[in-house]
């Protein structure tokens, strides 16, 4: 028996989520007094560090098509079976979301997605509902139980220890999804996983006046978000939306420049752990969820706060 | 081509959320639903979109009881052709999922729609599962589809980036923001939804494989901490050695 962990290496290598995730598995296993088994798809040039997390054991299957969750499904389900798993965590990343649903379907498992604290000794398990406005106590009736960790929920550690790793080829069947094209932009911290986040909303007037927020977010080394209607009109991206109807986002510290805080928007952000508000409105709704608020005019107050990072840099260097 | 659009129902954007039956069940009172943002905006405007195109029909299914079927309406409203409710609590993922596989299963649908996401209880859940029942691929969270004779080609994120897949009909694919404008119903689809067809089947089975033993609330914050707007390094000085969060 052991705790079987996917770990995504979509990128190439894996990413803090992968980590995450064999942290918390691994807290999952030492409850049981068991061992922790990842399943790595795919190529990864940082595998051998997943021991370093937590794991005992990698499977490893080198060659895949990892934008199918279909054969990745089969995959994960061989992967069980060999390990006699009854538990399998996933990261509540994009590839999880697509993998963990269809492996808690063919093991009739039941599944919660987006967990965001260990399983009792009863597996009940929490995690946010009505877009981060509640949490459910949730408990998994059946034997076998598959779980996502939602990102950024518990502080990456390296527990030392090294893994063995063990190629894994089992017969998954042919993929009907073909890949034609992929585009990566180099060196941008997804939103999901940034333990920073600077967004800011209506109150920039126009996409021209962003320069001040990337500035911000590059020397916080932070992701970028905006509010819907910012999206919307097209200033930003579409994958920039936080809220309730965009990405639920639970960063250490969330900065929300000229947005309102209306509550579809709260939604989305009020698991950050400290949230900081500019706005010149001292009645913004914002403010009432705010750890800290400065009020006051964006476009003079953003000049000022680059420079107090950039000499808070460098005194800490 | 024969579209299955998969709705839910969920709470306003703007309801306060609360719990009766010492913090065992949602609070309804005065509570209003809608159809869910992604079911609405994205998967079901984009199978109206490929039908008028492409011509077909488009079903919508709902696991759900009577007291859904005003928001079945709606969605009808923006141009469903038909509805179907399948009669039971829908307080589990994978008892849904596997309620519409079942329905689904010898009808041939082209492809089967469902949101990203509930916005009550954001699993991501029910798209993949019913992918899995039906042993089609799923094509998960696309921000664009588009359909040429029998394949499919759909753009999605990928960790820091997006990707173009093609796929043959048929399969299983949840919309993300992208892939439509919302639409709002005008009177004469409103008119109409009142006639169209919506049909009532009864659940296959009632195993449920999780279940909620009590929901709470996230701590009030303890207030905010003002600083000056000339100072912000002071707010700097608070992030580093108070929150420490940089
Ligand atoms: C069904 C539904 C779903 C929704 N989902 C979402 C969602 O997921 N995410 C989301 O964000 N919204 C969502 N919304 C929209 C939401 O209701 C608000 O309309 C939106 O969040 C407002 O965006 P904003 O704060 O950028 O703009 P505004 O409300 O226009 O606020 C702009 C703010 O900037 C401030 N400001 C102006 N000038 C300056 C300046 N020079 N310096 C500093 N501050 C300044 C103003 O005081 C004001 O508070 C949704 C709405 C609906 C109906
Ligand atoms: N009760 C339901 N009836 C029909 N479709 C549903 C139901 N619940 C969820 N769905 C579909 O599954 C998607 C994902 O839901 P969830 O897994 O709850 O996040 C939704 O956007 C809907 O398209």
């Known amino acids: 028996m052991s705790v079987l962990v996917f770990v995504d290496s979509s990128s190439g290598k894996i990413i803090k989520g ?10 999952i296993a030492d409850a049981q007094s068991t061992t922790v088994t990842a399943l790595v798809a795919g190529s990864c040039a940082n595998i051998s560090e997943l021991g370093e997390y937590g794991a005992n054991k990698v499977l490893h299957t080198a060659n895949i098509n990892i934008a199918d969750s279909q054969v990745l499904a089969k995959l994960v389900v061989k992967a069980a079976e060999q390990e006699n798993a009854s538990v399998i965590v996933f990261s509540h990343d994009l590839v999880g979301r697509a993998v963990a649903p269809r492996v808690a379907a063919r093991l009739e498992a039941g599944y919660v997605a987006g967990a965001s604290s260990i399983p009792d000794t009863s597996f009940v398990i929490r995690r946010a509902v009505f877009s981060g406005k509640a949490f459910a106590d949730v408990e998994i009736k059946t034997e076998k139980k598959v779980l996502s960790l939602y990102p950024n929920t518990f502080q990456v550690e390296k527990i030392g220890g090294s893994a063995d790793i063990v190629p894994f080829t089992p017969e998954v069947g042919t ?13 941008e911290i997804s939103l ?14 126009g996409p021209e006046h962003w320069g001040p927020i990337e500035e911000l977010a590059k020397e916080l080394g932070a992701a970028t978000a905006c509010s819907r209607p910012v999206a919307d009109i097209g200033w930003r991206p579409h994958h920039e939306h936080v809220g309730q109807t965009g990405i639920a986002v639970a960063p250490n510290l969330y900065i929300a420049v000229g947005i309102s805080g209306a509550i579809q928007h709260l939604a989305g952000v009020n698991r950050s752990k400290v949230i900081v508000v500019i706005n010149k409105d001292p009645e913004a709704p914002f403010f009432k969820a705010a750890d800290y608020g400065i009020v006051g005019d964006a476009f003079e107050v953003l000049p000022k706060l680059i420079d107090a990072v950039k000499k808070f840099k460098a005194s800490a260097n | 081509m024969k579209l299955l659009v998969c709705i839910s129902k969920v709470p306003d954007t703007t309801t306060k959320i609360t719990f ?52 079945i309406r709606k969605a009808l409203a923006i141009g469903a052709d038909e509805a179907v409710r399948i009669d039971a609590n829908p307080d589990d993922a994978l008892f849904v999922a596997r309620q519409i596989a079942a329905y689904a299963k010898d009808k041939a649908f082209d492809i089967i729609f469902t949101g990203k996401e509930t916005i009550d209880y954001n699993g991501s859940q029910v798209g993949g599962m019913i992918a899995e029942l039906l042993d089609l691929p799923f094509i998960s969270l696309a921000s664009k589809l588009d359909v040429n004779g029998s394949e499919a080609t759909l753009e999605t994120d990928i960790p820091g980036g997006m990707q173009v897949v093609t796929v043959n009909l048929p399969f299983v694919v949840s919309a993300a923001k992208g892939m439509a404008e919302a639409r709002i119903p005008n009177m004469r ?13 009864s659940a296959f089975d009632d195993k449920r494989f999780t279940a909620i033993k009590s929901y709470s ?6 207030g905010c901490k003002y600083i000056s707007a000339d100072n912000p390094a002071e707010l700097i000085d608070l992030l580093h050695n108070e929150a420490k969060v940089i």
């Open chain 1, 18 to 27: 992968g980590f995450e995730a064999i942290n918390y598995a691994k807290k």
């Open chain 1, 175 to 187: 993929s009907r999804v073909i890949v034609k094209e992929q585009k990566r932009k180099e060196g």
């Open chain 1, 192 to 205: 999901p996983e940034a333990e920073i986040v600077v967004s800011a909303g209506r109150g920039m007037k």
């Open chain 2, 20 to 71: 009766t039956d010492n913090n065992t069940k949602f609070n309804e009172t005065g509570v209003q639903y809608i159809v869910n943002p992604y079911d609405e905006w994205y998967a079901l405007v984009r199978a109206l979109e490929l039908k008028e195109t492409m011509g077909g029909t488009v079903t919508i299914v709902t696991v759900g009881t009577a007291a859904d079927e005003a928001v």
């Open chain 2, 189 to 201: 689809g409103i008119m109409a939804a009142r006639t169209k067809p919506l049909t009532v089947v």
């Open chain 2, 217 to 222: 609330l996230p701590p009030e914050k303890k």
